[in-house]
């Protein structure tokens, strides 16, 4: 509404104060509804949007049919945008594009000619170039529109009309799927098998009182169009149709083709000669770009992170085929199949909400029992009101031929009122009863109708007219009636959709997934033997084989050895430092070496004034003991310190001043712990008493007045205690008598055996 004013008035005058939070709510809402029930959401009955119901009636209003030559899409854009849909062309091409795509729509509705776009996640070509018709589904979906279904509405500029719903019997809800996002809610339905969704109403038809596990018997899940498999339970695809909401694990589908019987060959392996295969993926999940799908794989073998796959190719013609060549022959085919799933997009969800608009333009979330139900009483009230209107054409087509037979049977008389009355029509109606329509129609008879075997023939319609009127007046009065007659109607449609044709064979493959295969990265690197060198500098490489560990490595200038140990490639390598953190290399990952290797400082975030006092690998199951220079400890399990972050994982906590000063690993066959401290007193007791920890200072293994903790080690009892003699003889000495050592844990201890080594270590 335009405010008019007058010359002399005040502009202001017209402003009307509101409060800004109301004033902004009710715009919203009404943006919000415009939103849900004109745009995003489709109507339960026909599974439309406005934008794909405009545009199928634009192009049936054009003629395109299946049967007549195609049409640039340019003009039936502009037909759209000109006369129904005042919204911008690109949102409208785009619309008919997926319509016309066989790998987005299950049952397209547009057949195109020119580039549409492919499964690659190309874009189709401008619409200029290309051409469309309706596709045979299309003109079941708007059957009967002729008919008197539906009512009509005017378009945006009220220059037309446009059908408010399509009437036809193809259930294209469910066929085809709906995606849309509105405002505070959204939809996502999956496409689905007609023939099922035809089985399924068929069963709700004979019994409304049916249970929904009734209904799956025969309703088994999505069919995409681009097939695939879901890989969830029976029972988690059942609850979500039951509610209406939940979510499909969809996977691709490995094969070389079909059989002679036409089952799908799932294995996916082809046998090359000499031991050698390849993997072969013949589907992939729907909504997914093929060619986005090996950009991930081969980035996966870019960045090693899928090391058991040696390539990728993509050798797709119509039919997706992308081969997958692995390392060696040895890999096992399911390991490779299963992290490809867990790696890239060849497993993704499919959500389903069936939120949709009902007969009074509600939305809402409806199970698939309901949304059957609504969708067969739209049926039977189309069916009565296409009844009712051909009852009134055969009302008005009886009485015009009423009025025919009467002029047959008084021919003469007829043609005399005619050739001497100056206003024959009213003679003839009062002398013959006849309505006004009637007189009309017989003045307007045209002179070679008035032969003989023109009247058999009105008699013949007449009567004709007659029984079908009868028919057609007990099916609008008997409910069982119409519930036989849309049962009917349905078989006939199942026919064009069974499961032996090209349309309707099922594509996609209900199946339960076999139990994960649980695997770790481990299992995807090839074993083989290195020897880690770590140099005093933090320099770290790995020599292929296990070499003699004092050999003679090579060094930086004024660098030299720290730690070397054996290990394999598929090894965790633990890295500690003083400051009580530990870190995880992967053995895999470790520079060859030919060359000094690399900074262990560009692999992990290390402290700049921490200094690294054990490198080793990681031992499932097993026990490390840590010890501080203060003299308290705790035993760890290896499983605690791994960490595959760069900033490692904090173990041991220290205070300023005190530092991790040793990492041993505690041998199953151990019982107790020896402590020595820089004093020279040495404690022995029981391992029980050092608590098993993830994490902490520990408690105290020896108590000192002065200085601190010089070394720790553990041991068995009945062997006693060993080190090692001095020089370079190697010897050891064992001490078997240690039981006045032997005393409870935070002791101040006693003088060590004579020969025990004076730097204090073990």
């Not at 899409?73 to 319509?99: C, T």
């Not at 294995?267 to 060619?291: H, N």
């Not at 840590?626 to 205070?655: C, D, N, P, Q, Y």
């Not at 007193?681 to 029980?688: G, N, P, Y």
């Amino acid at each position: 509404m335009v405010t008019t004013l007058d010359d002399d008035s005040d502009p202001f005058d017209a402003i009307v104060d509101a409060p800004f939070d109301a004033a902004l709510s009710e715009r919203y809402l009404v943006y919000a509804l415009s939103t849900i029930t004109a745009r995003s959401l489709p109507d339960l009955r026909d599974g439309l949007k406005p934008v794909h119901r405009r545009l199928l009636w634009a192009m049936r209003q054009l003629k395109l049919d299946p049967a007549s030559a195609y049409k640039k899409s340019a003009r039936v854009v502009g037909d759209v945008i000109g006369k129904y849909h005042p919204h911008g062309d690109a949102s409208v091409y785009d619309a008919m594009v997926r319509l016309a795509q066989d790998f987005s729509l299950r049952y397209p509705l547009v057949q195109g000619q020119g580039n549409f776009g492919n499964i690659d996640g190309d874009n189709a070509a401008a619409y200029r170039y290309t051409e469309a018709r309706l596709t045979k589904t299309a003109i079941q979906l708007m059957a009967g529109l002729d008919e008197g279904t539906v009512d009509f509405v005017p378009t945006y500029n009220g220059e037309d009309s446009e059908p408010d719903l399509f009437p036809g019997l193809f259930p294209n809800l469910l066929a085809n799927g709906a995606t849309g996002i509105a405002v505070g809610m959204a939809t996502s339905i999956p496409s689905h098998n007609v023939a099922e969704v035809i089985d399924a109403t068929m069963l709700l038809i004979d019994n409304p009182q049916v249970e929904h596990a009734e209904l799956m018997e025969v309703f088994h899940g999505p069919d995409f169009a681009t097939g695939g498999l879901v890989v969830d339970s029976a029972a988690a695809i059942s609850l979500a149709y039951e509610t209406g909401k939940g979510a499909f694990r969809m996977r691709g589908r490995f094969s070389n083709g079909r059989d002679e019987a036409g089952n799908w060959e799932e294995t996916g392996i082809e046998k090359l000669g000499g031991g050698q295969w390849q993997l072969v993926v013949s589907e992939i999940p729907y909504m997914l770009a093929k060619g986005k799908l090996i950009e991930q794989i081969a980035q996966l073998i870019a960045d090693k992170k899928l090391p058991i796959l040696e390539d990728v190719r993509d050798e797709s013609d119509e039919q997706i085929r992308i081969v997958l060549v692995p390392k060696s022959r040895n890999v096992d085919p399911e390991l490779l199949k299963e992290s490809l799933y867990r790696l890239t997009d060849l497993e993704s969800r499919f959500s389903l909400n069936l939120n949709v608009l009902d007969a009074e333009r509600t939305p809402g979330v409806v199970g698939l029992k309901d949304l059957l139900r609504q969708w067969v009483v739209n049926q039977i009230d189309i069916l009565q009101r296409r009844t009712q209107h051909r009852l009134d054409k055969i009302a008005a087509r009886l009485e015009l031929v009423a009025g025919y037979i009467i002029a047959y049977l008084n021919l003469d008389r007829i043609i005399e009122i005619i050739r001497t009355e100056d206003e024959p029509k009213s003679v003839m109606m009062a002398e013959f009863n006849l309505t006004d329509r009637q007189a009309e129609a017989i003045l307007n008879m045209r002179l070679r109708s008035l032969r003989k075997l023109e009247e058999m023939e009105l008699r013949q319609e007449h009567e004709e007219l007659l029984k079908e009127q009868d028919e057609l007046t007990k099916l609008l009065e008997s409910p069982a009636r119409q519930r036989t007659r849309l049962k009917r109607d349905l078989t006939t449609l199942r026919k064009d959709y069974a499961e032996t044709t090209e349309l309707g064979r099922r594509r996609t493959t209900i199946a339960e997934a076999r139990p994960t295969v649980e695997f770790s990265m481990d299992a995807m690197i090839e074993k083989e033997p290195i020897t880690v060198i770590l140099s005093q500098r933090g320099w770290i490489r790995a020599a292929r084989g296990h070499v003699a560990l004092d050999g003679d490595f090579k060094y930086k200038e004024g660098d030299g050895p720290a730690f070397a140990f054996h290990a394999q490639t598929t090894d965790k390598l633990l890295i500690a430092l003083d400051n009580g953190r530990f870190y995880t290399l992967g053995g895999d990952k470790l520079p060859g070496a030919r060359g000094f290797g690399e900074p262990i400082r560009t692999m992990v975030d290390l402290d700049a004034d921490a200094q690294i006092i054990a490198a080793f690998a990681h031992k499932p199951k097993g026990q490390l003991l840590l010890a501080s220079s203060l003299g308290r400890g705790f035993a760890v399990e290896t499983g605690e310190i791994l960490a595959e972050t760069r900033k490692g994982k904090a173990v041991m906590s220290t205070k300023p001043g005190v530092k991790l000063a040793v990492v041993r690993e505690i041998p199953p066959e151990h019982d107790h712990v020896a402590v020595v401290g820089d004093n020279r007193k040495l404690v022995v007791f029981s391992l029980e008493e050092l608590p098993l920890m993830a994490k902490g200072q520990g408690v105290t293994l020896q108590r000192y007045r002065d200085g601190g903790m010089a070394d720790v080690t553990t041991l068995r009892l009945e062997d006693g205690l060993s080190w090692t003699m001095g020089g370079d003889s190697g010897r050891t000495r064992t001490e078997k008598d240690i039981a006045m050592w032997k005393v409870a844990r935070g002791a101040a201890g006693r003088l060590p055996p004579n020969g025990f080594p004076r730097d204090n270590k073990f």
